[in-house]
């Protein structure tokens, strides 16, 4: 007697769940973009100072010491040495050095 009383609550359960997960999605896809934790797209042929500040996480006139910081944290995620991005890591260098004010030589190596 009880067994299909148990089972019908269940199925309720998992209807209700199912639907408020759907619409928690829904709510997740349409939320502005600025609201996302991270940059989404590919990188500019000429960096600015908004795309730096994106890669590193910090805003664009931030301190010398914050930017280093972050620097450093991002680079750990990302160096070649440990399984990341030749690539990546001359962005996040190039990030670098365009927000503390360093300007790189045109007659680079690379």
């Known amino acids: 007697m009880a067994t299909p009383l148990v089972t019908g609550l269940s199925v309720a359960a998992a209807a209700l769940g199912g639907k408020y ?11 502005p973009s600025c609201m996302r934790q991270f940059y989404e797209g590919g990188f500019k042929p000429v960096m600015n100072r908004r795309e730096a500040a994106l890669i590193l996480g910090v805003r664009e006139h ?5 930017i280093k910081e972050a620097h ?13 991005s030749h690539y990546m890591a ?4 190039e990030a670098k050095d365009l927000l503390s004010g360093k300007t790189r030589s045109s007659g680079s190596a690379f």
């Open 90 to 93: 001359s962005k996040i260098n």
């Open 62 to 66: 931030a301190e010398i010491e914050r």
């Open 72 to 84: 450093r944290r991002v680079m750990v995620a990302n160096h070649p040495d440990g399984g990341g």
């Open 21 to 31: 997960l759907i619409r928690a999605y829904n709510a997740y896809k349409v939320r």
